[in-house]
């Protein structure tokens, strides 16, 4: 079963505002990641936050975790109309052990910055 | 940097044939996983390979198999195509440790016809 769910499924913003995406999972994680993925195109990292973490930038990226709530949120600042994409988060945690790990996507935030 | 190949960009497959997906990543990871991406439904885990031989399922695996001899290679193996395994399918590697980012193939848009 999918173990981040974002919210919204879709989001629409004029250019210069924030975009604010959120995701909750469901078991123990051992680190928390964010994609975009343009329209057909390939799938991008974008941020990794580890499961000590509370909360990380990078460049207009805003990503925060809480373990208790089992959810965490993408802030992208000053929205451009390149941002247009579907992000997704996704979970990595230990499967049984022995070294063996699981990266579980949601369905997606489907983000359109109207110029 | 790491580097996940996988073989083919696009295919175009009949239905009921045997189809093979190659991925190959250079790095030596441990832990490589199969995915395929259809609208509306986000990023779903077919198998998965934590070793050399060793294989577990995922979210949806049926009507798939696959194949790790070589740890830096694994076959996603379709046994018999059908036209609602038209999707792309996305190869995966995992950085080794705990705190470990996962880097992903450029993907393969099967078509089964």
């Known amino acids: 079963s999918q173990q981040g769910e974002e919210d919204p499924q879709a989001l629409s913003i004029q250019e210069g505002e924030n975009a604010t995406m959120n995701c909750s999972y469901k078991?123990?994680?051992?680190?928390l990641q964010w994609y975009r993925q343009n329209s057909g195109r390939g799938l991008v990292h974008l941020i990794l936050?580890?499961?000590?973490?509370r909360e990380k930038h990078s460049g207009k990226l805003r990503v925060t975790l809480d373990t208790s709530k089992k959810s965490s949120s993408l802030l992208i600042t000053a929205s451009r109309a390149a941002d247009t994409a579907s992000y997704f988060c996704?979970?990595?945690?230990?499967?049984?052990?022995?070294?063996?790990?699981?990266?579980?996507f949601g369905k997606g935030t489907k983000l359109s910055v109207i110029p | 940097d790491v580097k996940v190949t996988q073989s083919s960009r696009y295919l175009v497959k009949r239905t009921g044939e045997k189809v093979f997906l190659e991925c190959v990543q250079d790095?030596?990871?441990?832990?490589m996983f199969w995915y395929r991406q259809d609208p509306g439904l986000g990023l779903r885990l077919i198998y998965f390979?934590?070793?050399?031989?060793?294989?577990e399922k995922g979210d949806i695996p049926e009507g798939y198999s696959v194949s790790r001899e070589k740890k830096e290679r694994f076959s996603l193996i379709l046994e018999s195509a059908s036209t609602n395994q038209t999707s792309m399918y996305l190869c995966?590697?995992?950085?080794?440790?705990?705190?470990?980012?996962?880097?992903f193939g450029s993907g393969t848009r099967l078509t089964v016809v």
């Open positions: 936050i580890r499961s000590n973490e």
């Open positions: 995966a590697s995992r950085h080794t440790g705990t705190s470990g980012g996962y880097t």
């Open positions: 996704a979970t990595d945690a230990s499967y049984s052990g022995a070294g063996s790990y699981q990266l579980t």
């Open positions: 790095m030596d990871h441990e832990n």
């Open positions: 390979s934590y070793d050399v031989k060793m294989k």
């Open positions: 078991t123990s994680i051992n680190n």
